[in-house]
Structures are given as structure tokens and as C-alpha cells.
């Protein structure tokens, strides 16, 4: 049997503590300890990995709408993450000074809603709130 992944990401970090709030007030949306790692899911799907490297400490990894990614592509805070990348997925530091707490919570509206079923979604849009900031 293999060994679990190390913890790479505190799941107890502040940082990630508020996106695990603004993640699991969607739908049946869980969290799984993955490659050491929190990830967030709609179901079985991910739609949010908060992930780490040498050079950048805590990042959000998510799958922008297609219409968003060239405008994603052209702002210097968004980065073209390992492994997730060639399939549309971009990343953002999590450790910023500038980060906009709503704008990372339209982006993981985005995300959620690239990977969430038709039932997952339909909670969502019928709920007439939004998740929480």
C-alpha cells in the first residue's frame, strides 16, 4: 500500500481556514486531503486546490470560466500552475498584499461552477444567496 503524500499545506493556516469557508458553503461541496494538500470538491470533481511550492508559499489553484483565461493570462497576479495547467487551470498567491478576498471568492465561484453537476448548480442559483466572503 502506498504512503499518504506528506503535508505540504497546513490545513490549519489562516489563509487556508478562510477558503475553506468561502468553498464548503457551496453544494455538497467537500474537502480531501490530496497530494498533501486541502482540496475542494463538488462532489468527486476538484475545484479548488490550495497548493504550495519553494518559491511560492500558499497559492489557490482553480478552472477559470475559457472566456476568462486570456484576460487571467494578462494580469501578472495569476500564473499557469504545474501539473493543472495544460488543462485551463491558473493560480494565485494566497500571501499577497493586494489579494482581493472577492475577487478569490469569483474566481472559486467560477471554479466550482466549471466542475459542479446540474443538480449541484441548480442548489446554488435557487439558494438567492451567495457564498460567503
Given at each position: 500500500m502506498a504512503e499518504p503524500h506528506p503535508e505540504v499545506v497546513d490545513p490549519a493556516h489562516p489563509l487556508v481556514d478562510r477558503v475553506r469557508r468561502i468553498c464548503l458553503a457551496y453544494p455538497e461541496a467537500v474537502e480531501?486531503?490530496?497530494?498533501?494538500?486541502?482540496?475542494?470538491?463538488?462532489?468527486?470533481?476538484?475545484?479548488?486546490?490550495?497548493?504550495?511550492?519553494?518559491d511560492r508559499p500558499l497559492t489557490i489553484v482553480f478552472k477559470p470560466d475559457p472566456d476568462d483565461v486570456a484576460a487571467l493570462d494578462q494580469d501578472d497576479r495569476f500564473f499557469v500552475?504545474?501539473?493543472?495547467?495544460?488543462?485551463?487551470?491558473?493560480a494565485i498567491d494566497l500571501d499577497r498584499p493586494d489579494l482581493d478576498w472577492a475577487e478569490i471568492a469569483e474566481l472559486v465561484d467560477a471554479s466550482y461552477r466549471q466542475v459542479a453537476l446540474r443538480r449541484q448548480l441548480k442548489a446554488l442559483d435557487s439558494s438567492g444567496r451567495s457564498p460567503l466572503v
Open positions: 480531501v486531503a490530496a497530494w498533501g494538500r486541502p482540496t475542494f470538491r463538488a462532489g468527486k470533481k476538484i475545484f479548488i486546490t490550495v497548493s504550495s511550492a519553494m500552475p504545474p501539473y493543472f495547467g495544460p488543462a485551463g487551470w491558473r
